[in-house]
């Protein structure tokens, strides 16, 4: 199964993105994760990168596929794979196109997470990160008052860039570059949307009822 999740900052693609991969047994590529884990260790990459995550900006397009393209090129990629934040404009989605093309390989569905902006804000707002296993947490919705990873005991922080001035950029380079992803992706007949709201659980059954049908 080769999947691609879309949706806004917020909507859940990480959280659910875990879940999903595991339940199909495929690799989860998250682009924010990878990009983030460069900036931790200091690596060129994450120093070009974190000058435009810091921002809310995207990171140039070169980079990004140059990064996607290794890792899909990794051996535990080649039967299927869950893309999170990656494509987030068109001439993204056209490279990864080609490039799945050229190894005998195609997209089989792209879900769309479907939340209301004034959700997205709240989700976003109270957001917060386990800095050991990269669990993500909700302050209000997990009721997390200790700043401890239930999961592994580490220290749970707030991504710089889900203060709220980075998050209205974030949300408006979303509409503005992200979004036509939806129709590019329902042009190809690939997409499905998917009711985002809700406990997390039910939000996962409604994804995979939404995948069943295109496992092959
Ligand atoms: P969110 O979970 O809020 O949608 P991500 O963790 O996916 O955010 O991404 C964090 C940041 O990493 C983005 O704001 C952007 O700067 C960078 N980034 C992640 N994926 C991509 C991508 N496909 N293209 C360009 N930049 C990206
Ligand atoms: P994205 O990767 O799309 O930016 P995340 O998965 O990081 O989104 O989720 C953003 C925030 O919303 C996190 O704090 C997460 O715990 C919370 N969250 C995710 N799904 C739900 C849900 N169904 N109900 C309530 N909060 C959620």
Redesign the pocket.
């Known amino acids: 199964m080769r999947l691609v999740l879309v949706g806004p900052?917020?909507a859940g693609?990480?959280t659910q993105a875990q879940y999903i991969a595991s339940n199909l047994s495929i690799p989860k590529i998250?682009?924010?994760d990878i990009?983030r884990a460069n900036v931790s260790g200091g690596t060129d990459l994450g120093k070009l990168?974190k000058t435009?995550?810091d921002r809310?900006?995207?990171?140039p397009d070169k980079v990004?596929i140059a990064m996607v393209r290794d890792r899909l090129s990794e051996d535990d990629a080649q039967d299927g794979f869950l893309l999170d934040?990656?494509?987030?404009n068109v001439a993204?989605a056209e490279i990864l196109r080609d490039m799945l093309k050229d190894w005998g390989q195609a997209l089989d569905l792209v879900l769309e997470l479907v939340v209301d902006d004034d959700e997205v804000v709240r989700r976003l707002a109270g957001r917060r990160t386990c800095s050991q296993c990269g669990r993500i947490w909700h302050v209000e919705f997990d009721d997390k008052q200790d700043d401890r990873c239930d999961a592994c005991g580490g220290t749970l922080f707030q991504r710089d860039?889900d203060k709220e001035d980075t998050v209205r950029h974030?949300l408006e380079v979303y509409q503005e570059q992200t979004s036509p992803l939806i129709a590019y992706y329902a042009d190809e007949g690939i997409l499905v949307g998917v009711d985002a709201t809700g406990p997390v659980e039910e939000v996962t059954q409604r994804a995979m009822e939404a995948i069943r049908p295109f496992m092959g």
């Open positions: 900052p917020g693609k990480g998250s682009t924010g990009f990168a435009y995550m809310g900006d995207l990171v990004t934040g990656f494509p987030r993204q860039d974030r």
